[in-house]
């Protein structure tokens, strides 16, 4: 399964959205206040479209799709949440066509976040699906 998963994860990163594509370009390089995001990320069972590992915070871009699918995004939030993430969502027109308000709620978000004391290495902390962060 989690190769399976990590597969995918590298299939959705060669083939991300238009949206994606703008807010990752503003996302990556430790360009906002120096923090570090990966994208299509695997966490436990599902995989994350942005994550601050450092400041448990999540970002999600969400396109049409998401109306008909509420529920699961709501169970998965919820399971992300229980694991001590902090979960953003915005719609793909909201990133392209406002995304300096995107990159503010983004920034505010992690000023208010605690910072993470000690991240898990390969094979071990939360559900398992984390990576060695040098990778």
């Not at 601050?52 to 399971?79: N, P, S």
């Not at 694991?83 to 027109?93: A, D, E, I, K, T």
Request: with cysteine; aromatic share 8%.
């Amino acid at each position: 399964m989690t190769s399976n998963l990590t597969e995918r994860a590298r299939n959705l990163r060669s083939n991300m959205t238009d949206a994606e594509r703008c807010l990752w370009k503003h996302l990556r390089q430790r360009q906002i206040a120096g923090y570090r995001f990966r994208r299509q990320m695997p966490i436990g069972s599902y995989i994350v479209d942005f994550v601050c590992l450092e400041r448990r915070l999540i970002v999600e871009v969400d396109g049409g799709q998401h109306q008909e699918q509420q529920a699961y995004d709501i169970r998965r939030d919820g399971w992300l949440v229980e694991q001590g993430f902090q979960v953003l969502r915005f719609w793909n027109n909201e990133v392209l066509n406002n995304s300096e308000g995107v990159l503010v709620r983004i920034s505010e978000a992690l000023q208010k976040s605690p910072p993470t004391p000690a991240l898990p290495r390969k094979g071990g902390g939360i559900g398992g699906g984390f990576e060695e962060l040098g990778a």
